[in-house]
C-alpha cells in the first residue's frame, strides 16, 4: 500500500511541476521566431533561453513576474498570470549602439553562460563575433549567432547545416558548408546572407590566401613533400604571381631523400607517394617598412624587406623550443605578437619582443588543457574549450591579457 501512496505521489508532484511550468513562442513583430532571448523571474538572474525555433519552457516558482530580454529588442516584464492564459510572446524591435563594456572581473570568461550551445567555429570582425554552434549537443540545430565582445546576442539565424567561418585579409566573413558558402553582412546589427556559391572557393582562398597589400594580394604554396613554402605576390588584375619568399627544410628534404627503409616495389613506392609529412611553418607579417618572418625551420626571427630581402635576423629566445608551438598569434589593435608554449600540461601564451626573439611576459592558463582557435584582439585571448569533467559543452571563453596567471 505505501509503495502505490509513493508511487502517486511522485506522479502528482510531476504533473503538478509540469502544470506550473509556461511554455510558448518568442517572435519578432514581423513573426519571425526570436533566439537567444533571456527569460528570467523579475529580480533574479538565471533563468532560460529560447532555442532555435523562438520556444521556451519555464518555471517561474512563486515570481509574479517574468522578464524577457534580448539586446535587439525592447525588454518587456509581464504577470505570469496573463503569460498562463497567452504564453507567446511578441518582441519589439530596437537597437543599441554601444561600445562593449566588460563587466566581468574572473580571469577567464565564459561567453553566453546561460546559454547550452555547442561551439563548432568563431570569427571576430568589427567588435563582433560570428559564431556557428548547436543549441544544447552537436546533433541538434545549427545557428549563427551574432554577439557582442561580450557574448550578449545580437542576432542569430537558423542554418540548414553547421558550417566553418572565415575572414579574409580583407575582413570579409563567410560561413562554408559541406558543398555552398555565404558571405555574410550585418546592416543595422541584423545578419544577411549573399547568394550561395561553391564552397570550393573559399577553401582555397582560406589555404592559399595570406594578406593583401596596397592593390596586390600574397599567395602561400607549400611544395617538396610539405617541407618548402613559397609566398607569391600577385598583382589585380594580372593572372601571373612571381615569387618573392621561399623557406626550405633542407635537412628534412634530404633525409626523405634516402628513401623509405622499404623493398621498393610498387607498392612501397605507392605507399611513400600517399605520405602526408608535416608542413613546416613560417608565418609572416607585412609592417610599414618591413617584413618580418617566424622562421621555425632555423628558430630565427627574419626580417625582410618588401622585396623579399634579408634585412638582419635574430634567434627565438622567448622559449623552450621543445615545447614551443609552431604558431605566432598577432593583434591587429596592438601591434603585440604572442607565441605558445605548453608546459606541463599548462598553456602559456607569451608576448614576444621581435627586436631581440626574448620574452616580454607571459601568462599561463590553468585548467584549459586542450584550448583551440586561439585569437588575440586588443589585448584578450579568446579559444574555444571542451570541458570533458563537466557538461561537456563545448564552449567560447575570453581571458583579458593583465593577469599573469589565469584559469580555475
Known amino acids: 500500500m505505501n509503495k502505490w501512496l509513493l508511487t502517486g505521489f511522485f ?4 504533473l503538478m511541476a509540469h502544470a506550473q511550468s509556461i511554455s510558448g513562442t518568442i517572435t519578432s513583430a514581423d513573426g519571425k521566431p526570436v533566439a537567444g532571448v533571456h527569460v528570467f523571474c523579475e529580480g533574479a538572474n538565471a533563468g532560460e533561453v529560447s532555442d532555435a525555433n523562438g520556444h521556451y519552457n519555464f518555471n517561474p ?3 509574479n513576474r517574468i522578464v ?3 539586446i535587439h529588442y525592447k525588454q518587456q516584464i509581464l504577470p ?3 503569460l498562463r492564459k497567452s504564453p507567446d ?12 563594456v566588460d563587466i566581468y572581473s574572473k580571469p577567464v570568461i565564459e561567453l553566453l553562460p546561460d546559454t547550452p550551445i555547442f561551439v563548432n567555429d568563431y570569427e571576430i570582425c568589427d567588435d563582433r563575433i560570428f559564431i556557428c554552434a548547436f543549441y544544447q549537443r552537436k546533433l541538434n540545430q545549427p545557428v549563427l549567432l551574432y554577439t557582442d565582445l561580450n557574448g550578449r546576442v545580437v542576432d542569430s539565424e537558423t542554418l540548414s547545416e553547421t558550417g566553418d567561418l572565415y575572414k579574409d585579409p580583407e575582413g570579409a566573413v563567410y560561413v562554408t558548408q559541406k558543398d555552398y558558402a555565404y558571405q555574410l553582412f550585418t546592416d543595422n ?7 550561395a556559391f561553391e564552397s570550393k572557393h573559399v577553401i582555397a582562398a582560406r589555404e592559399h590566401w595570406t594578406h593583401s597589400v596596397g592593390d596586390s594580394i600574397i599567395l602561400q604554396y607549400y611544395y617538396f613533400k610539405n617541407q618548402g613554402v613559397g609566398y607569391f605576390v600577385r598583382q589585380m588584375p594580372d593572372d601571373s604571381a612571381r615569387l618573392f619568399l621561399e623557406f626550405i627544410d633542407e635537412d628534412a628534404y634530404d633525409r626523405m631523400a634516402w628513401g623509405p627503409y622499404f623493398d621498393g616495389n610498387e607498392f612501397d613506392q605507392r605507399f611513400e607517394e600517399l605520405i ?3 608542413p613546416v611553418q613560417i608565418p609572416i607579417f607585412f609592417r610599414k617598412d618591413d617584413i618580418v618572418a617566424f622562421n621555425f625551420i632555423l628558430w630565427k626571427i627574419q626580417y625582410f624587406d618588401h622585396q623579399g630581402n634579408l634585412l638582419n635576423e635574430v634567434d627565438m629566445q622567448y622559449g623552450d623550443k621543445k615545447k614551443i608551438q609552431r604558431e605566432i598569434y598577432y593583434d591587429d589593435s596592438s601591434g603585440k605578437y604572442y607565441g605558445r608554449e605548453i608546459r606541463n600540461g599548462l598553456n602559456n601564451l607569451i608576448e614576444i619582443d621581435v627586436t631581440t626573439g626574448k620574452m616580454i611576459k607571459f601568462f599561463s592558463f590553468k585548467g584549459y588543457p586542450h584550448i583551440e582557435k586561439l585569437c588575440v584582439s586588443n589585448g584578450v585571448l579568446y579559444f574555444i574549450y571542451k570541458d570533458y569533467s563537466g557538461d561537456e559543452y563545448k564552449r567560447l571563453y575570453k581571458s583579458p591579457l593583465i593577469n599573469m596567471v589565469a584559469g580555475r
Do not use: P
Request: with cysteine.
Open 80 to 82: 505570469v498570470e496573463n
Open 61 to 63: 516558482g512563486g515570481c
Open 11 to 14: 506522479i502528482i508532484t510531476g
Open 89 to 100: 510572446v511578441v518582441l519589439e524591435d530596437t537597437i543599441y549602439l554601444f561600445n562593449a
Open 276 to 278: 602526408v609529412y608535416k
Open 189 to 195: 546589427n541584423r545578419i544577411s546572407f549573399s547568394e
Open 68 to 70: 524577457f530580454r534580448h
